[in-house]
């Protein structure tokens, strides 16, 4: 099987579970149906965001409360290289948060940018998905997202 298609069935996979986790709560007083305005994300809130090389989505861009999140899967890089790799590409933008470990291998940092904007980068790492008698098995693969918020005042 190649990456592409495994990816793509990995995030199958993991948009029916969230699917499912979302759909059993049923006690949730904003039930399981999508806000109306989900669809104001607007594409061009990530334009002048790097991406690691090579980074493909995990799922589509999510609006919520005001914050644009986006989530990519990157291979070969561990939790700490993504985040350094942010570290550089945003030395001309404002430090909030110096890029940490927060547990468990899970690292995140977070800059105020240009325009009022917060960017939140966190990245874990994520197994792979290759059998065995693959030649991409023993890949690292993480799994990084960006979160994009007004800034705090």
């Given amino acids: 099987m190649r990456p592409q298609q ?5 995030v199958s996979l993991a948009m029916g ?4 986790f979302v759909g059993c709560d049923a006690d949730s007083e904003k039930g399981t149906q999508p806000r109306p ?4 994300f607007e594409e061009g809130s990530f334009d002048d965001i790097p991406r690691l090389p090579a980074s493909e989505p995990v ?25 350094q790799f942010y570290e550089l590409q945003l ?19 977070r ?21 065995s008698d693959s030649p991409y098995a023993g890949e690292l693969l993480t799994q990084y997202s960006l979160s994009l918020a007004p800034a705090e005042r």
């Fill in 111 to 131: 800059w105020h940018l240009d325009g009022g904007r917060m960017l939140t980068v966190s990245a874990t790492p994520g197994e792979t998905l290759e059998p």
């Fill in 37 to 40: 305005d989900v669809t104001t």
């Fill in 17 to 20: 579970a969230t699917l499912l």
């Fill in 59 to 83: 799922s589509p861009p999510n609006e919520e409360e005001g914050v644009d999140t986006r989530s990519y899967v990157v291979r070969n890089q561990t939790p700490a290289e993504v985040l």
């Fill in 6 to 10: 495994v990816l793509r069935h990995a």
């Fill in 91 to 109: 030395m001309d933008q404002t430090l909030v948060s110096a890029p940490e470990e927060i547990g468990d291998d899970t690292h995140r940092g």
